[in-house]
């Protein structure tokens, strides 16, 4: 089981794209897992033929444990007692769909009040739930206790009668207890853990969309012709505030104990509303790719967010990220952080409103951004030059984009 993120455990494996016995090539589907994040596709490691399959499907699964083999044609796969000491692969030898765990998830934390080993972000859900760890059996490598072990403990814990009481009140009034996916748990986790420990501070600015609007229609048709793909005011908003950032470093950097990060690239994360919560697809090097080739990869990695099948890349190292609720109507709103990163960007609806305009009322297309920053890495006075920046380039798209 491949370790896909940062602190991961476990991982779902949700089905084999190949069968027992199959040939697989290298870098072809071979399995979709869930992570915190999202469903992934794995591609096979290497060329063979698929065999000694352990890893059942809707099954939860230690990260670096061995799910199946990919071994040479006439090559049988190691029994379980040999395994443990198979050589290194080479080529034509069996190789293991694994990777080394995570170091969140190697690293345990003796418990002052057990002799239990337990992983910290189980020790973080404990204490969120309620669990008396020393009740838990644990399911790990050597019986450490994992995050999984701490939810099967909750879940099969009896309410007390308090809790019980406002369960019956709360299902009278607003029906069943609606359990949350993974993807809607760890939003709720993450965003908690954001706005909780990241300094948040906020900058808004109106600004008209007038060339905004007709830049991309004078784009929108050659772009729809070529590529078979519509052409957004993300897609653009995306190129204009890759490129602003290179000029403003500390917007596009990561917080961390050791100081703060500063980024050469623009990674840039777009909020994308799948059926149970939202991920942020990331557009790696946005800076120097042309408006084409970022609605393209937009409109794929949405493509595939929908669809359950997001690739490891697809979310991985967003620099910033940019989340527009204006196909939603949305005036205005604020964002939270996603740590590391030290910034994110609202973008409300553009709607046409009544402005002074050389001393006199005037109606214009109008558009709200707000940024969130975390004040930890940038304070006002730099979040307020970088959207000055961005209002100008989103004025003139044109000149900006050279």
Not at 47 to 60: F, K, M, S
Not at 125 to 144: C, H, M, N, P, Q
Not at 355 to 363: L, S
Not at 381 to 396: E, P, T, V, W
């Amino acid at each position: 089981m491949p370790a896909l993120e940062m602190a991961q455990e476990t991982g779902k494996l949700i089905a084999w794209r190949k069968k027992e016995g199959e040939r697989v090539t290298k870098g072809e589907p071979l399995l979709e897992i869930e992570t915190d994040k999202a469903v992934m596709e794995v591609e096979a490691p290497a060329d063979g033929i698929l065999a000694g399959i352990t890893g059942e499907a809707g099954t939860d699964i230690q990260v670096g444990k061995t799910i199946a083999w990919i071994v040479a044609p006439g090559e049988n796969p190691p029994t379980e007692n040999s395994s443990a000491s198979a050589p290194t692969a080479r080529a034509g030898s069996s190789i293991k769909i694994e990777a080394p765990a995570s170091p969140a998830s190697a690293t345990t934390v003796q418990s002052p009040t057990s002799s239990a080993r337990i992983s910290p972000k189980a020790r973080r859900l404990a204490k969120e739930l309620g669990v008396d760890i020393s009740t838990v059996r644990g399911t790990g490598a050597s019986g450490e206790i994992l995050a999984s072990d701490v939810q099967a403990s909750a879940a099969s814990a009896p309410l007390e009668a308090g809790a019980t009481a406002a369960s019956s009140i709360s299902s009278s009034k607003s029906g069943a207890l609606e359990v949350p996916s993974t993807l809607g748990r760890l939003m709720a986790e993450r965003t908690t853990e954001s706005w909780t420990t990241v300094p948040h501070f906020f900058v808004a600015r109106e600004v008209e969309a007038t060339a905004l609007n007709a830049f991309r229609e004078r784009l929108l048709p050659e772009i729809e012709r070529t590529h078979h793909i519509r052409f957004t005011h993300t897609d653009l908003l995306v190129a204009l505030a890759a490129r602003i950032l290179l000029k403003h470093p500390r917007l596009n950097s990561s917080y961390t104990p050791q100081g703060i990060r500063l980024h050469d690239h623009v990674n840039m994360g777009v909020a994308i509303a799948v059926n149970d919560g939202v991920v942020a697809a990331v557009i790696p090097n946005a800076h120097t790719a042309s408006l084409a080739e970022i609605a393209t990869q937009r409109h794929a990695i949405a493509e595939r967010a929908r669809a359950g099948k997001l690739r490891p890349a697809d979310i991985a190292d967003a620099t910033f990220t940019i989340s527009n609720l204006g196909m939603f109507h949305i005036d205005r709103f604020t964002a939270i952080i996603t740590p590391p990163q030290a910034a994110i960007l609202a973008v409300g609806a553009i709607a046409d409103r009544v402005v002074v305009v050389e001393g006199k009322p005037a109606v214009r297309p109008m558009m709200t951004l707000s940024l969130s920053s975390d004040h930890r890495v940038a304070d006002g006075a730099r979040a307020a030059m970088f959207m000055n920046d961005l209002c100008d380039a989103l004025r003139d798209p044109a000149n900006a984009l050279g």
